[in-house]
């Protein structure tokens, strides 16, 4: 395992978990950060799970490890992406088929399901089973 990597890698995990938090409590608290910084900040988050996953398929490590530092890139990635797939199909939709097509107060729900709940919980899990991993390693290393 190339440590510089390792380190970049450590270094993307950390500033994920930093912006998913930035932009979770944006939203959940009712804080209310201007439209432009949202969709930078996600723009970033997204680019950033493209960048950990990448990192982590060219790094030789354990099965466990690699399974969760990718399911951390793929929901960091997964969010922006299909939430602004969901803009568009929804969009495209009613360009295409008229204004009813989604039928009364109607919306494209797979891809909005996916961007709000599927994405955030494969992050979250990737993002909590590597930070354990990684702390583990570091105890040991401690240890002996």
């Excluded at 960048?51 to 929901?75: A, H, N, P, S, W």
């Excluded at 109607?106 to 354990?132: H, K, N, R």
Aim: proline share 5%; net charge positive; hydrophobic share 55%.
């Amino acid at each position: 395992m190339n440590p510089r990597r390792a380190r970049t890698r450590n270094l993307l995990l950390l500033a994920l978990v930093v912006i998913f938090a930035i932009l979770a409590s944006a939203i959940f608290s009712g804080t209310r950060l201007p439209w432009p910084v949202l969709a930078i900040l996600g723009v970033i988050f997204g680019l950033l799970g493209v960048v950990l996953t990448v990192l982590t398929v060219r790094q030789r490590e354990t099965k466990t490890r690699r399974t969760f530092f990718i399911l951390t890139g793929v929901g960091a990635t997964g969010i922006p992406v299909c939430a602004m797939l969901h803009s568009l199909v929804y969009g495209l939709f009613i360009e295409l088929f008229g204004k009813d097509f989604w039928g009364p107060g109607g919306d494209e729900p797979v891809l909005f399901i996916l961007a709000t709940i599927v994405c955030p919980v494969l992050f979250l899990i990737g993002s909590i089973g590597s930070g354990i991993l990684l702390l583990k390693k570091n105890v040991a290393r401690k240890e002996t």
